[in-house]
């Protein structure tokens, strides 16, 4: 087993574990973003997002705003993002899926956004919606 969160789940590398249930754990980054960067991790592997098994989705978000408030009470956060990063495009470095989230603080210096260069051509992203409604139904 070559999966440093595989690892970490059995047992077999330390971690500065803060959360576990019976399908994820949490656990302090070892190269924080911030103070208190977490990633919050399926323990079932599965690559990413994309090929998360159904019904997995719906075990994460209990967990993640349970550990977002315990996170602001901890560390005093003015804020907080939760990021997943699904394939290397999109910045994925270690291939099990998780969720970070990462504690912000006033005049942190960290820059996460989804700004968009130029405003989208609202008859381009009708059509785009109609094609993303069809794929919906599809999968």
Request: glycine residues 6%; proline residues 4%.
């Amino acid at each position: 087993m070559e999966c440093i969160f595989c690892k970490i789940i059995t047992g077999e590398m330390p971690s500065a574990k803060i959360y576990e249930d019976e399908n994820q754990i949490a656990f302090l980054d070892i190269f924080p973003a911030s103070v208190g960067h977490t990633l919050l991790v399926p323990k079932q592997h599965h690559i990413n997002l994309f090929d998360a098994p159904k019904g997995c989705a719906e075990k994460v978000y209990p967990a993640l705003s349970l550990i977002a408030n315990a996170l602001r009470a901890a560390t005093g956060c003015a804020g907080l993002n939760i990021v997943q990063n699904n394939e290397e495009a999109a910045g994925q470095a270690v291939f099990h899926s998780h969720i970070h989230l990462i504690p912000r603080y006033k005049n942190d210096g960290i820059k996460v956004t989804a700004a968009g260069k130029d405003r989208a051509d609202i008859a381009a992203i009708t059509v785009l919606a109609e094609k993303i409604k069809t794929a919906l139904h599809n999968i």
